[in-house]
């Protein structure tokens, strides 16, 4: 299983950046897409997801990023509009995928995002 993340950088306050995660190599039934951070010091937190259930977005980005997937190219984005210094962080993608009883996770490298003037 390979996820492959891009994006990242560095951009100044109110600026805009576009992350992608491609995945290949899963043979279970995708259950979840999704983004995650960790910023220096803190716990890595859920950024958005996409579900069976629908979209599920952190009240601290709602309205200024968007999660979107491409199912043919197993691709999966989070663009990012607004951004503030406190979305500093690496970002992670994350695949959640069943096979039977059995759920797995599987994590991108992650790509740093820094948010500064």
């Known amino acids: 299983v390979r996820l492959v993340e891009s994006g990242g950088g560095l951009v100044q306050p109110g600026g805009s950046l576009r992350l992608s995660c491609a995945a290949s190599?899963?043979?279970?039934?995708?259950?979840?897409l999704g983004w995650y951070r960790q910023a220096p010091g803190k716990q890595r937190e859920l950024v958005a997801a996409?579900?069976?259930?629908?979209?599920n977005v952190a009240d601290s980005v709602k309205g200024r990023f968007t999660i979107s997937r491409d199912n043919a190219k197993n691709t999966v984005y989070l663009q990012m509009n607004s951004l503030k210094p406190e979305d500093t962080a690496v970002y992670y993608c994350?695949?959640?995928?069943?096979?039977?009883?059995?759920?797995?996770?599987?994590w991108g490298q992650g790509t740093q995002v820094a948010v500064s003037s």
């Open positions: 996409i579900t069976g259930g629908g979209i």
């Open positions: 190599g899963i043979i279970f039934t995708i259950s979840a």
């Open positions: 994350n695949v959640r995928a069943k096979g039977g009883p059995m759920e797995y996770d599987y």
